[in-house]
């Protein structure tokens, strides 16, 4: 049972400060001084327009490109042979994109690649690839194997026409993202679906020898993922907790005789645990 949080992806190259940062938003780091991509995505834009720009870019690099280092194609070599399901807060979709089996996962958090309507009218969310696209190629990036590109001398626009901003096909209401940060966030039939999934694989392996993974989970949304992995944990004598984190390796006294505690880079673990 593997749970996974955002250092699993910052290990990956995933970065939303730094160089990458700056690669993809520099204009807007000059007009609005975000210090971070994070923080720049809750900026009440004065426009729709503008608000799509900053975030078309932001979901292409986090979601349809391809993390820079393997770590989740080392994960999945080294549990691709064995009775695994993934429980994760993390909304970049890298678990399928290595490889792993879309129904052993559980994204609870939400999805980059999801909209939904932001009342929200209708429990329902819509795919955003082909939207996506066309508002950073409106912006002047082109769309490359290596990921954005914007030609020699052309400064990006950081508006996107105002025919591109995505409404809701019910109410005519905006499109937001389909990230859970209120009551508005939808779930789904693929959520309710993930969710039963992972239930059943916790009653198919209740009380069996089983190890509860966690990858570089912090302490934001510690009852997701964390609190529910240590309380199981105390519930089977069976079960092995492990915890994999660059900073945060703990778990409570209790557990200590049923545990793993390794501190460090994730990928540097992993890559040498692979065969």
Same mark, same amino acid.
């Given at each position: ?108 958090? /939400? ?8 009342? !929200?009218?209708?429990?329902? +969310?819509?795919? %955003?690839?082909? *939207? =996506? ?84 989970? /912090? ?8 609190? !529910?992995?240590?309380?199981? +944990?105390?519930? %089977?004598?069976? *079960? =092995? ?35």
């Amino acid at each position: 049972m593997i749970g996974a949080g955002s250092g699993l992806s910052t290990s990956a190259g995933f970065t939303y400060t730094g160089e990458r940062f700056q690669k993809y938003f520099a204009d807007f780091i000059a007009r609005y001084g975000f210090r971070d991509m994070y923080s720049g995505g809750f900026y009440p834009f004065a426009s729709f327009e503008e608000h799509w720009a900053y975030w078309s870019r932001y979901i292409y690099i986090n979601r349809y490109m391809d993390p820079p280092k393997p770590v989740y194609r080392d994960l999945f070599q080294l549990v691709q042979e064995k009775d695994y399901f993934v429980l994760t807060t993390n909304v970049d979709h890298c678990f399928q994109k290595a490889g792993f089996d879309k129904h052993r996962l559980f994204y609870t958090q /939400g999805d980059y690649g999801l909209w939904q309507c932001s009342r !929200p009218c209708h429990p329902k +969310t819509y795919d %955003n690839k082909a *939207a =996506v696209c066309k508002m950073v190629e409106a912006q002047g990036f082109q769309i490359t194997a290596q990921g954005l590109t914007l030609p020699g001398g052309v400064s990006p626009a950081m508006t996107v026409p105002a025919e591109l901003v995505p409404h809701c096909p019910v109410c005519g209401a905006p499109m937001a993202m389909n990230l859970r940060a209120d009551d508005t966030f939808v779930e789904d039939a693929g959520w309710h679906a993930a969710a039963r999934r992972y239930e059943d694989f916790l009653r198919r392996h209740e009380g069996a020898h089983i190890l509860f993974w966690e990858l570089g989970v /912090g302490g934001n949304t510690p009852v997701i993922i964390k609190y !529910p992995f240590w309380r199981m +944990t105390a519930q %089977n004598p069976k *079960a =092995v907790y492990a915890c994999l984190n660059l900073e945060a390796a703990y778990c409570p006294p209790e557990l200590r005789r049923q545990a793993i505690r390794l501190g460090g880079d994730i990928g540097t673990a992993l890559r040498q645990l692979c065969p």
